[in-house]
């Protein structure tokens, strides 16, 4: 891996990402557009619910795709080729037994899921139905999020788009066979998916085939090495709590509006929407911030880090320039296009001025997001997210009284801006620690 950092590199990482990224959406509305053609309310219900109760379940082994990146990035920085392909096996064991335990405890969870998350005896029946289908993919599903991290991290973005776009492809191809041409309704959503996923980890398993002509890769000490999964379980759980507390946020901001009437709540999930799309565009930036800033603690270089930290950020910063004024003069038709209700229309119209401003006030915790986990600094990054959700909780107890839903949007705003500034003030740390001892 050359050690020379370029815009060049930094964009051959991040633009398949947000690429990539882009793809699943996509999805989401070919599931539900061909289960919708049923007629009916309830099997586009059973299909929400049951993607939402597997999605959160995968949550818990979010870090092999986000800290996994990082901690993979470092050995590639440091040229231990070794520990770089134990890695790999590593992730898939966790993946695969992930996997298996879920499948295991399946009616207990689900159970408790759609317990937590009650709808209609037929939404429920179907739903269940969905996810005795596809928790078998379970094992797949989570192995890819650590075949997609070692990816990343050895600067193949390229292959992780066509490993997104394969699986989907293929998904949204089954989806349309299974349901519109063989009539099979949700049990054909839940089989095209579990097709599409257990096919994209063979997929994925070519595309990493060169550590397997080595040796490493089944070096079984070193794969279970109490201390090298101790440091994955902790980058992990700092991962599981900082988002976690950001899903505090996101959640109570979505709760609070909606005490404000059937409207703003419309409103605030028309325009979160840009804010998801946002999300997408910096994510490859951050990612990128992740791999290299990885590979220059991993080599001990500080210089080498800064640099990689600088470059991210100035990418991130033009991305959410971008962004900006593309809501500005964008969003007003594309909210028409998005409801046709004229008060909500103006609503969404009211606070337009807050989905402007949030690119630039997002983008200094999305990169340093990355940073912090490409340098395996999680738990300064938990300290920071629960220090900055204290000041947005603070925000809305002082700004929802008085100005109501516009204070809701305000108090979003500032969690952003405090989880920049309170990162930025621990950077310094973390780069010294990268000095060579």
């Not at 971008?322 to 119209?349: K, N, Q, W, Y």
Request: hydrophobic fraction near 60%; include cysteine; aromatic fraction near 8%.
């Amino acid at each position: 891996m050359a050690d020379t950092l370029t815009h060049g590199r930094v964009l051959k990482i991040a633009v398949p990402i947000v690429i990539s990224n882009a793809t699943i959406p996509i999805l989401g509305v070919v599931d539900t557009g061909v289960i919708g053609q049923l007629g009916e309310a309830a099997p586009i219900g059973a299909v929400g619910i049951g993607a939402l109760i597997l999605s959160a379940l995968y949550w818990l082994f979010a870090a092999l795709r986000m800290g996994f990146a990082g901690v993979v990035a470092q050995a590639i920085g440091a040229r231990d080729t070794a520990e770089t392909d134990a890695l790999l096996t590593r992730a898939l064991v966790i993946g695969l037994a992930g996997g298996a335990l879920l499948i295991t405890l399946q009616l207990p969870l689900f159970w408790l899921a759609l317990t937590l998350a009650p709808a209609s005896a037929e939404v429920e029946g179907l739903a269940a139905t969905y996810l005795a289908i596809r928790i078998w993919a379970a094992p797949a599903a989570i192995a890819l999020f650590g075949i997609t991290g070692w990816l990343i991290a050895h600067e193949r973005t390229g292959s992780v788009l066509i490993l997104q776009v394969g699986m989907n492809g293929l998904n949204i191809l089954l989806d349309l066979w299974f349901v519109l041409g063989l009539g099979w309704g949700v049990e054909g959503v839940a089989t095209a998916t579990l097709i599409a996923e257990w096919t994209a980890l063979g997929l994925g398993l070519w595309l990493c085939r060169a550590p397997f002509r080595g040796p490493h890769w089944r070096d079984w000490p070193r794969v279970f090495n109490p201390a090298r999964l101790r440091n994955l379980a902790t980058v992990n759980r700092d991962i599981m709590i900082r988002s976690a507390l950001l899903e505090t946020i996101f959640l109570s901001f979505l709760f609070l509006g909606a005490r404000f009437g059937d409207v703003p709540l419309a409103a605030n999930q028309i325009l979160l929407q840009f804010l998801h799309v946002a999300a997408f565009a910096l994510d490859g930036f951050a990612f990128a911030a992740e791999t290299l800033v990885g590979q220059a603690m991993g080599a001990r270089q500080r210089a080498r880090l800064r640099r990689a930290s600088i470059m991210a950020g100035q990418w991130g910063l033009a991305s959410a320039v971008a962004l900006s004024i593309a809501f500005a003069v964008s969003g007003p038709p594309i909210i028409h296009i998005m409801t046709t209700a004229p008060d909500v229309r103006a609503e969404a119209m009211a606070y337009l001025t807050y989905m402007i401003l949030a690119p630039l006030a997002g983008v200094a915790p999305f990169i340093l997001d990355g940073i912090f986990i490409g340098a395996s600094r999680t738990g300064d990054m938990v300290r920071m997210m629960a220090l900055s959700t204290a000041i947005y909780l603070i925000a809305i107890a002082a700004l929802v009284p008085i100005l109501a839903n516009h204070g809701l949007w305000i108090a979003l705003l500032i969690s952003f801006l405090a989880r920049g500034i309170t990162l930025a003030t621990r950077y310094p740390a973390l780069e010294a620690s990268a000095s060579r001892t």
